[in-house]
């Protein structure tokens, strides 16, 4: 707001809450509320999101209540619009113990401060980039709060601006250094610092004074790992003056001779600086993300919108560090994201546009293994469970527990990811396309859950293509083709600012206007300084604002070692199989059906017009059984492997699970399936004799690594594919192949480059393992059982079932190397 010249200016003022001073300037109009965006923000629950406003008319400023539910007073009086000046009160949400504002000159006096301070438990504001313009106006500090004040300013090094965060603005404890003991630091509450946190081991971690005067903090083979400004300490390490210690929420900082305490409570706020990727495309670079910077506030929910292609998938992994961008920064409560992202990355929870279930279980036990996974190894079962109940009670999911997922509604089941994220208590919440598929009454039940968790003390960002409910969100980013920023704001300011009243004309506008320079209007108008311009004026943090990339995050520790975090793959994967009927029913029917089959071929002994059809069948049922059981396991699960990746799992521990339980369901219908085709049949071995064993035994074991090794190469196929509808004619044509390749149809030996991709094909060599057994060449005259592939002799048996072998290691290496290529860029340099 301008003055007009000759026209009397309202005062220059001072408003002082229990926080501090904020020197009101006759230029610009403030709002009260509990909005972190707030000019003026009071964290009470008897005031409004958007209160009240303060604005300067004429020669005097007026205050208006806009709407409140608890009302406001000034000088005692409720109002809804009332002239102020100098010595006004203010109460907003009471009138006589609502939070209290005192409208003072711009030079006010020591006694006014300390009667401000006096009621220092009615409000609080919270921390947000646009707090820094607050903050760039305010007074000097009243006398109660000096000392916060002082030990803000003291804060991290690696902290930018801290007096502008919520964790580091005021230290939550302090306590004195040990000058020759040791300070052991924990869950349990025998250590000497107590962090109640399930993400903090009981014995996590301990600072020692060091012969020279210094300290050095020791990791005590901690699961989720202790962090030196940002880093995991592999043993230990030396810490100096304004270093951080991350242990779970918690960060430690030396002050002198006091060790500083800050909680990471949720309440974070997230400064955007100019984001920028872009991807080769032939000889071209093709920009996905312009220079995109906004500020999000503590409790704030951003919702992200725009047309197709407009970079939302892009931002949301440059802003979640999954896929870090090219250039710029993102600070979370003035650390650097990408810096820090070993600790900071299990305080981000991320929502994915497919749902991260296995929708066989129930939403208890769905949850319950996916507390095992994200906690300590130390952790007690009762804790876990009850975190678990505590989230389900949280989202309104109590009476829906004990019901498997997919039995409900697209919106329920939005709601269980929602809470699998909610169990490590992130800061930072992102879901993407959260309503997709939903009808109009889920998709604003859906949109009011995420309005009531970041009311709750979490910073919520949705990426959506829905605008039914964007007026639940405190600000609206709208990016334009080419990843531009067209705008940041309040929603209900967005289509009057495009100049359309209906979105379909606005997101029309945005694919025929190509030459419309959306980002640069933004940049001109009031709406960018008013929310950005100020942010963007505040320090970078590190001195720079170039990104530090992939390669340069370091490997966080897992909160489960391999081996356990395997028991628990095991256990949820037999679960889900259990609960899986149709997979029940097709696992116990096939080895039957292909056993009758072969029986019926064989008759009552394997003769030169038998014995190659039946062995025949027992190859193709032994690649099917095995084939079937993997060729969707792993494209079916991927959306979930990749969340679980990239909060920790083993790669190695997730492919181990598959191979331990689907190896041993295949085997043992493997078993059957010999059973049933060959028990009782006259075999016709030599002497009644095999190469090693009885002749039964050893087709048995060669059927059963035939199933195996199937199952590696379905494991594979799944792997490779990007959609589960392929995996069923591949599974068919993987069937042909290992018929035309085996060798009971076609001679493949002597034949050049056939017989060499024959030893690619699984049944080749279990063909020949079987026909070694019983000297098919001796039951079947002919050249076609002359292979040497089928002597019956100990070495040549051998090599048939060790190949196998090297077949299904070969498998499982290629099925590993494919697992990481779908990994979050920041997981792939990690060879777990």
């Known amino acids: 707001m301008v003055q007009r010249p000759g026209v009397p200016t309202a005062p220059e003022l001072v408003l002082e809450t229990d926080r501090g001073s904020t020197r009101m300037s006759p230029g610009r109009t403030y709002h009260v509320g509990r909005d972190p965006l707030c000019e003026i923000c009071l964290d009470d629950a008897r005031v409004s999101w958007h209160h009240a406003v303060l604005r300067p008319d004429g020669d005097h400023w007026t205050l208006e209540d806009e709407d409140s539910t608890n009302g406001t007073w000034a000088d005692g009086h409720r109002v809804h619009e009332w002239a102020v000046g100098i010595g006004s009160e203010l109460r907003f949400g009471g009138a006589d113990d609502g939070p209290r ?99 903090v081991s009981r014995r996590h971690a301990e600072l020692r004074a060091r012969g020279d005067g210094t300290y050095e903090i020791v990791d005590l083979a901690s699961h989720n790992g202790t962090y030196l400004n940002g880093a995991p300490v592999e043993r230990a390490a030396r810490i100096t003056e304004g270093d951080i210690i991350g242990i779970g929420h918690v960060a430690f900082c030396l002050a002198g001779d006091q060790l500083q305490e800050y909680v990471d409570t949720g309440e974070v706020s997230l400064d955007v600086q100019e984001l920028a990727v872009s991807v080769s495309t032939g000889r071209a670079r093709r920009t996905l993300l312009d220079h995109v910077s906004f ?16 970079g939302k998938s892009t931002l949301l992994g440059a802003l979640t560090g999954l896929r870090p961008a090219d250039h710029g920064t993102v600070l979370y409560d003035g650390r650097d994201l990408y810096r820090d992202y070993a600790e900071l990355r299990n305080r981000i929870g991320l929502v994915p546009q497919d749902d991260i279930l296995h929708t066989q279980l129930t939403v208890r036990r769905a949850l319950g293994y996916a507390a095992e996974l994200r906690f300590p190894q130390d952790t007690a079962t009762a804790e876990r469970q009850a975190r678990v109940e505590e989230v389900i009670g949280e989202l309104g999911l109590a009476q829906r527990a004990d019901q498997p997922l997919h039995s409900l509604s697209g919106g329920q089941r939005k709601r269980v990811s929602v809470a699998l994220e909610l169990l490590t208590k992130p800061s930072l919440l992102f879901l993407d396309e959260p309503t997709s598929g939903l009808d ?38 709208v990016l334009a083709p080419g990843g531009r920023t067209a705008y940041f704001g309040p929603p209900e300011d967005t289509l009057a600012f495009f100049g359309f009243t209906q979105w379909p004309d606005a997101f029309e506008a945005f694919e025929n206007q190509h030459g419309r320079d959306w980002a640069g209007e933004y940049r001109g108008s009031p709406p960018y300084r008013a929310y950005v311009d100020i942010a963007a004026r505040q320090p970078r943090a590190g001195g720079g604002d170039r990104t ?65 059809n039946a062995l025949l069948i027992l190859c193709v049922g032994g690649v099917l059984t095995g084939a079937a059981n993997a060729v969707r396991e792993l494209v079916k699960e991927r959306v979930i492997h990749q969340r679980e990746r990239a909060v920790g799992l083993s790669r190695s521990a997730y492919l181990m699970s598959k191979v ?65 509808e392929v995996t069923m004619p591949l599974l068919v044509l993987l069937a042909i192949v290992q018929v035309v390749f085996c060798g009971a149809l076609l001679q493949l030996s002597g034949v050049p480059v056939i017989e060499q991709l024959a030893w690619l094909v699984p049944s080749r060599w279990a063909l020949g393992a079987m026909a070694g057994t019983i000297d098919l060449g001796a039951i079947v005259p002919g050249t076609l059982a002359a292979d040497p592939l089928f002597a019956h002799a100990g070495g040549v048996w051998l090599l048939n079932m060790g190949m196998m072998v090297v077949l299904s290691v070969l498998f499982g290496v290629l099925v590993a190397l494919l697992l990481r290529r779908h990994e979050p860029a920041v997981m792939r340099k990690q060879a777990r």
């Open 660 to 724: 331990v339980v689907l190896g041993a369901v295949t085997v043992a219908q493997a078993v059957v399936l010999t059973l049933v085709a060959l028990l009782g049949v006259q075999l016709g071995a030599p002497d009644g004799e095999g190469v090693f064993l009885p002749p039964l035994l050893e087709i048995t074991l060669a059927v059963a690594l035939l199933s195996f090794t199937a199952m590696m190469l379905g494991l594979l196929v799944s792997a490779l594919v990007t959609k589960e």
């Open 548 to 612: 530090a990339g992939p390669a340069a995050v370091a490997p966080a520790p897992t909160a489960q070692s391999r081996r356990s975090q395997l028991g628990t793959l095991i256990r949820r994967y037999a679960a889900v199989l259990g609960a899986d009927r149709t997979f029940l029913v097709v696992m116990i029917a096939l080895p039957f059906v292909m056993g009758a089959m072969a029986r019926a071929l064989a008759g009552s002994a394997l003769t030169a017009e038998t014995a190659v």
């Open 440 to 477: 109009p009454g889920m998709d604003r039940s859906v949109m009011r859950m995420l309005r009531g968790l970041a009311d709750d003390g979490r910073t919520v960002i949705v990426v959506t293509h829905s605008v039914l409910s964007l007026d639940v969100c405190d600000r609206l980013l």
């Open 101 to 199: 504002a005192l409208l003072l000159g711009p030079a006010p006096h020591a006694a006014s401060s300390a009667s401000s301070a006096s009621s220092a438990s009615s409000a609080s504001s919270a921390s947000s980039a646009p707090s820094a313009s607050r903050q760039s106006e305010a007074s000097p500090a009243p006398a109660g709060s000096a000392a916060s004040a002082a030990s803000a300013g003291d804060g991290p090094a690696a902290v930018s601006r801290p007096a502008l965060t919520h964790t580091f603005r005021q230290p939550s404890g302090t306590r004195p250094l040990p000058s020759r003991t040791a300070v052991r630091i924990g869950r349990a509450l025998d250590n000497d610092l107590v962090i109640d946190d399930l993400a």
């Open 295 to 310: 500020p999000v506030g503590a409790k704030c929910l951003l919702a992200v919108v725009g047309p197709s292609g407009a």
